[in-house]
């Protein structure tokens, strides 16, 4: 089994950046895809991006595309986002969220999840 811990979240005004980390532990990072997902208020939680194991091969949601990077560290047992430009809408708690299979956007594919991390982004 891995942990995940996300970090990183915040306020932030429109137009800005910040980077969101998800520290593992337990077994190795390396053995999973990795992904995250965002969730607003009275709304399902949706898939924003995921990341291939070696990290070389990623997928983003069009909502997203061209603003946000994700990333691995491997070594560091640690992935990231990098979100960019951020827009009032993409105010959500934000998951990290690992899977066994090959990379998948739909949330039935990830087996673990951490907690959760709040990004607020003022207009």
């Known amino acids: 089994q891995v942990q995940l811990v996300e970090s990183g979240g915040g306020l932030v005004q429109a137009g800005g950046s910040l980077r969101l980390s998800c520290a593992a532990s337990g077994r190795t990072l390396s053995s999973y895809t990795m992904g995250w997902f965002r969730q607003s208020p009275g709304k399902e939680r949706e898939f924003v991006a995921w990341v291939s194991r070696s990290g070389g091969r990623t997928v983003y949601a069009d909502s997203v595309k061209g603003r946000f990077t994700i990333s691995r560290d491997n070594v560091k047992n640690t992935m990231f986002l990098q979100m960019n430009s951020l827009k009032p809408e993409d105010t959500a708690v934000y998951y990290c969220?690992?899977?066994?299979?090959?990379?998948?956007?739909?949330?039935?594919?990830?087996?673990?999840w951490g907690q959760g991390t709040q990004v607020t982004v003022s207009s």
């Open positions: 969220a690992a899977s066994e299979l090959w990379g998948d956007t739909g949330e039935r594919a990830y087996n673990y």
